[in-house]
């Protein structure tokens, strides 16, 4: 007698289809009945097959519905909230656009708007909601990029109801949101736009998108100037753009005391001392000074950000511009520096991930009182020590 072929019960869409669609038909009615999600979703694909405008109204059903709701939602039901709204983000992008992308985008702007009403009532501290709308971002962007003047006018009106929101989304759209899509919405919004921080942000990150760089100048406000990590990217933008006196005067204006800078550089009185500068505003002061030509100045202040900050980024650049031969003798004297440190751990830190393992150890010896002050990784200086530089290790772990 032949025998009969096994099926296999490992769960697989190959696996699946020799139930039959009736049978299938029956264990998804059984399944949605206790999970809302899979009905929704069940009820999303039978509507497109129905078609476009059919898809597009179920999906608008369940944005009101969520619009309208004011229930608070608790953490254990933030995850089903979620994987609801992508479920539906999902058909937007993958049944809706493909045969109606100028009502998809509209639907989808739609789809955006829900999120400053889920915030008030989603108890979220983990980020995942806005973090759910900021990886839709590029999807609403390359979608109103590839739709005709409706589309994007849909985009701008949305962009002008809420500019704080967009200007976040803006940023995680990434490539999506490319330098033609963003001149286009620069163009068409309101001049209005600029009345405000959020609206001022807002047209910052487009001008940024459509690489405008004076435009992006202009929306920089003087107290903004004046902060030197704002200062800092300014003068870098400008750097690119081979504008080299620019970039220095926007490094000065942190520099200068006034009341617009005061509490970003100053504190309350001007009077107290030199301005409080930030590592962003020296990195971006030696790319200014390399520029100028001063290139033994960029070198003098790496080494002095070393000397105080024991960094080994800025070691490592200092010593990458030196002649052959040359750096051997700066590092000797930059471990001899280290050593002296009064910050004992910035000193073993910088020792043992350069590797100097020898200079570390000296180090542990020469100062054993801070050696042995408890540390979470003296633990690993120790283990890395132990076998070449045992009583070094032993300092370390005591």
């Known amino acids: 007698m032949a025998r009969q072929s096994r099926l296999s019960t490992r769960l697989s869409a190959a696996s699946l289809v020799h139930l039959g669609a009736p049978r299938l038909a029956d264990l998804?009615?059984?399944?949605?009945?206790?999970n809302a999600n899979l009905k929704r979703r069940l009820r999303l694909e039978l509507a497109a097959e129905a078609g476009p405008d059919v898809l597009a109204l179920e999906i608008d059903k369940r944005i009101t519905a969520l619009a309208a709701a004011r229930t608070r939602v608790s953490w254990r039901k933030r995850g089903e909230l979620i994987e609801d709204l992508n479920a539906h983000l999902r058909m937007i992008m993958e049944r809706l656009s493909p045969e109606a992308?100028?009502?998809a985008l509209a639907v989808l702007i739609r789809w955006f708007d829900l999120y400053p009403g889920l915030a008030a009532r989603v108890k979220d501290t983990r980020g995942e909601l806005p973090a759910a709308f900021e990886a839709a971002a590029p999807d609403l962007f390359a979608l109103a990029e590839?739709?005709?003047?409706?589309?994007?006018?849909?985009?701008?009106?949305?962009?002008e109801r809420r500019p704080q929101d967009y200007g976040r989304w803006i940023s995680?759209?990434?490539?999506?949101?490319?330098?033609?899509?963003?001149r286009r919405l620069l163009e068409s919004l309101d001049a209005s736009a600029r009345k405000t921080p959020a609206g001022r942000n807002l047209l910052r990150r487009l001008a940024d998108r459509a690489g405008d760089l004076d435009l992006w100048l202009s929306l920089v406000t003087p107290e903004q100037a004046g902060s030197p990590d704002i200062a800092a990217d300014i003068a870098r933008r400008?750097?690119?753009a081979g504008r080299v006196a620019e970039a220095r005067a926007a490094l000065e204006a942190p520099l200068r005391p006034s009341p617009l800078n005061r509490r970003w550089t100053f504190g309350h009185n001007p009077k107290e001392g030199a301005p409080r500068l930030t590592p962003a505003w020296e990195a971006a002061s030696i790319d200014?000074?390399?520029a100028e030509g001063s290139r033994q100045e960029a070198q003098d202040l790496r080494w002095s950000l070393f000397e105080r900050d024991l960094s080994a980024p800025v070691l490592r650049d200092y010593l990458s511009r030196l002649p052959d031969f040359d750096d051997v003798e700066a590092l000797d004297r930059a471990f001899a520096h280290a050593s002296g440190h009064p910050d004992f751990e910035a000193a073993m830190r910088l020792l043992m991930d350069w590797p100097a393992h020898r200079e570390a150890a000296a180090l542990v010896l020469a100062r054993p009182r801070e050696a042995r002050q408890a540390r979470p990784i003296a633990a690993d200086w120790a283990s890395r020590l132990a076998q070449r530089y045992p009583e070094a290790a032993d300092?370390?772990?005591s």
């Open 28 to 34: 998804l009615i059984e399944a949605g009945a206790g």
């Open 101 to 103: 992308p100028v009502e």
């Open 146 to 159: 590839a739709g005709g003047d409706k589309a994007l006018q849909d985009l701008v009106d949305a962009l």
């Open 172 to 182: 995680a759209a990434g490539d999506a949101l490319g330098p033609v899509a963003a």
């Open 238 to 240: 400008l750097l690119g």
């Open 288 to 290: 200014v000074l390399e």
């Open 395 to 397: 300092a370390l772990a």
